[in-house]
């Protein structure tokens, strides 16, 4: 089974007023640490693994370069200013802390490690559930919701969406974002049906 066919893919593609009221939603309802990730994932469009699994000492003026979990491909990239902000809080915040994104619960117990991305899922869920957006909303929803951001505020260029998802051809990267999907629907949506 690939990506494509599997339990990712189906993974709503959230648009930035989306990906915002669920950020909005978790702040609101005492969950700020999973809305900052949701901040990094979409920001920097990262899968949730290497979000959670960022470390303070990889931030360095403002830029990130990690290797990704899942693909072992580098990723360098400058963080947008609330991104660095956000780091910046929390660093401040949580001085002794590894991890950018550390659990209250991991710290009470003393244990350097970084909230479980399970648990990023299920209070993303949550949170889309409750203000009304349906369909199979999750971690991974923020990080194509970045792809998609990029995809259209760079004038539709795929191989720029392609190259800052780290994938190897456009193919996946259309799909990926449900482009061909989105492109029929604004057809349909666009006919004179009067």
Known sequence: MTLYEGKLNRAVVLDEQQAKAIREWLNAHNKSLIADVTLMMQ????????????RFDEVINGEIDIEEQKTGK?????????VVQMIARRRAEFPHDVHVFRSQRNRSMNKQAPVR???VSKQIAEAAKA?????????????????NAIYKRSANNIALAMTVLNHS???DTRRY????????????NEMDLT
Do not use: Y
């Not at 580098?74 to 609330?82: D, E, H, M, Q």
């Open 43 to 54: 920001a920097a469009v990262l899968r949730v693994g290497d979000a959670v699994a960022l």
């Open 74 to 82: 580098r990723k360098a990239l400058t963080l947008p200013a609330p």
């Open 117 to 119: 991305r399970e648990e």
């Open 131 to 147: 203000i009304g957006i349906h369909g199979t909303v999750s971690a991974h929803s923020f990080r194509k919701a970045g792809g």
């Open 169 to 171: 051809n456009i193919t």
């Open 177 to 188: 974002l449900d482009l061909d999907k989105q492109a029929v629907s604004r057809v349909i």
